[in-house]
């Protein structure tokens, strides 16, 4: 018998959008390096599946895969995590599916609670580096959004800067014996998604 897809309420999309932009105004005028809205905390300790898409790049940013890589596998530590790989679509025939059928997709083919979305405004790898993204996590039941925020982390910061060296004396002291160290981009990527799980993990408290 041929299962039934699962129906998306259309009309929570444009709701989801607008909800991200009110995140992304109120997070600028924020102290913090990040700063973000829960927007259904009942909703996100429900979800058991996380989907983490690959990171949007905005224009004229260098694209790299270590930072999902490390998103994925800091999510990881509280949600089953898969990342979904698109499919090329090179071919006219076949344009880029919109986000409701990622959703839609997300949930039929891994069993997706959510997807994890984001978008790399700036990233600088070295002297020293900077990343600066917006990050939200949307159910794949209604399209509701549970999740949004955004932040700049800057190594050249003193507060960011103290963290990040917390963050990294952490991993060399459960990794005593590698040598030589972490590559320091990927370093960064793991500090980067250690920082926004940490946001999160705060505000669901």
Known sequence: MKRKPPTVNRAAIAASFACVLAVAACSHTSNEPIAGLRVNEARL???KTLAVLPLEYAPGIKETCLLTEALAA????????????????????E????????LLAARRDYGADAVLQGRVLYYRRFDPPVATLTLRMVSTHDAAVLWAVSGELDAAEPRVKEQAQ????????????????????????QFVADQFLLAMNLQSD
């Not at 344009?95 to 990622?102: A, Q």
């Not at 917390?166 to 990527?189: C, G, K, S, T």
Request: glycine share 2%.
């Open 45 to 47: 300790e429900q979800i």
């Open 74 to 93: 800091a999510f990881a530590e509280r949600y089953n995590v898969v990342i979904v790989q698109p499919p090329a679509y090179g071919v006219v025939q």
């Open 95 to 102: 344009p880029k599916p919109s986000f409701l059928e990622v």
């Open 166 to 189: 917390l963050f990294y004396d952490r991993r060399h002291a459960a990794e005593p014996d590698r040598q030589p160290a972490i590559v320091p981009e990927r370093l960064f990527a």
